[in-house]
């Protein structure tokens, strides 16, 4: 078995140097990047027990809240502006944001554990794509709303069912989003675009 093992450690090691070497080429193909996806996404979930897939759902929701917060608190735009190879610690994030450098570690490790950012060092941070990404503009927004809108109305999802026996939400306006905020989603988007 564990020769089996570090057979299956060589090849996924050979696999991800060879789509490190290829990343612009043959996977600027959408067809081809999401069948590659999904094979990894097998295998991931092949090797992976059980108890380590729940962790991942466990902190899912967690991911997103704790990018929304280095969003806000300019954590991810002092990560995106530092050097790419030795990155920024968490105690320099926290003196130039004001923020707890505790804070800043805990946080900023699940980001990484997340790929979100990479750790570099102890409670040390760089940029990846992940962090160019989600520093611009559109990125940004886009992490917030789906923050604010998304999060807030999956979380309230068990309540809304069980409310309404377990059926399928009733056409507009009874929907889990009206329920949640009080108004329809795309009402509320005209009212606020």
Not at 43 to 62: E, G, M, N
Not at 88 to 102: G, M, S, V
């Amino acid at each position: 078995m564990a020769s089996q093992s570090s057979r299956l450690l060589e090849l996924l090691i050979s696999a991800t140097n060879l789509a490190n070497e290829s990343q612009h080429q043959s996977l600027d193909d959408p067809a081809t990047r999401h069948k590659l996806a999904d094979a990894a996404n097998i295998l991931l979930r092949t090797i992976q027990s059980p108890v380590d897939r729940a962790w991942l759902v466990f902190h899912q929701p967690h991911h997103l809240s704790t990018l929304r917060v280095a969003l806000d608190a300019g954590w991810l735009t002092l990560v995106a502006e530092a050097d790419g190879t030795h990155g920024i610690t968490a105690r320099d994030i926290a003196e130039k944001t004001n923020t707890d450098a505790y804070l800043v570690a805990r946080l900023m490790r699940l980001l990484a554990a997340g790929g979100s950012v990479r750790e570099v060092g102890p409670n040390t941070y760089a940029t990846n794509e992940m962090v160019q990404l989600f520093v611009t503009p559109g990125w940004s927004a886009g992490v917030r709303h789906a923050a604010d809108e998304y999060s807030i109305t999956s979380a309230h999802m068990p309540n809304y069912f069980a409310k309404n026996g377990y059926r399928e939400p009733a056409p507009h306006p009874n929907t889990i989003y009206s329920h949640v905020h009080g108004t329809p989603a795309f009402e509320l988007m005209m009212q606020q675009p």
